[in-house]
């Protein structure tokens, strides 16, 4: 089944209040750039994500429109009342050539705005992803989350997501220079 940009994705009623996920296009891309700087600014203690630049929201506009642009990857947008609440993106990744599968869903950029959480907002939007990734004849879904965030282990714990890697970090310049 084709997957036109501007389709709805159906309504899911995990919640009291109906979802409507729906695939973001450019004309979105105001709501894109919100809720994905505001998941940045969810961590602003992160040694990755907390290093937020000054213009990062000027160098998102292009960085986001070349991304809604792509027929590699969805942007997803949930709605309650008519008011975008969440947002999800899948890309269609190459995996390594020595490895099964040869391509995968790599699910990023997930955020609900606070007053919609725990209403089944992500669950919705990961719903819409898991049929893209289907349509795409993709069979794994793959994502990285904060380290501690007791919101996100929570939810990628509930939602079937196992742990099966961890990243680390640490700074090349030694200590006391
Ligand atoms: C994490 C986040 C996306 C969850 O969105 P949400 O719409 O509230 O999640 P849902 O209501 O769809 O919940 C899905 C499942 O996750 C679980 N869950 C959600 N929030 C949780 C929390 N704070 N603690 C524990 N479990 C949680 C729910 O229990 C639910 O499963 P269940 O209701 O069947 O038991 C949201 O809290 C958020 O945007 N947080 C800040 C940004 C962030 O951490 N993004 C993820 C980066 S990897």
């Known amino acids: 089944m084709s997957w036109p940009k501007t389709a709805d994705t159906g309504v899911a009623k995990a919640s009291a209040m109906p979802i409507r996920v729906r695939q973001a296009t450019t004309r979105d891309l105001e709501h894109v750039i919100a809720l994905r700087v505001a998941l940045l600014l969810e961590h602003p203690d992160h040694p990755v994500y907390g290093r937020l630049r000054p213009d990062a929201t000027e160098r998102a506009r292009e960085l986001y429109t070349v991304q809604l642009r792509s027929t590699l990857e969805a942007i997803f947008l949930a709605e309650m009342s008519n008011e975008v609440v969440g947002i999800l993106r899948c890309v269609d990744s190459a995996g390594s050539p020595l490895l099964e599968p040869a391509r995968y869903g790599y699910i990023s950029s997930v955020f609900v705005k606070?007053?919609?959480?725990?209403?089944?907002?992500?669950?919705?939007?990961?719903c819409a992803a898991e049929q893209w990734s289907t349509e795409r004849d993709l069979d794994q879904l793959r994502l990285h989350n904060v380290?501690?965030?007791?919101q996100a282990e929570g939810a990628w714990s509930a939602l079937g997501f196992d742990v099966v890697e961890?990243?680390?970090?640490?700074?090349?310049?030694?200590?006391?220079?």
């Open 166 to 177: 961890h990243v680390r970090v640490r700074s090349v310049k030694p200590e006391g220079r």
């Open 114 to 126: 606070p007053a919609a959480r725990r209403r089944g907002v992500l669950r919705a939007l990961l």
């Open 147 to 150: 380290s501690g965030s007791p």
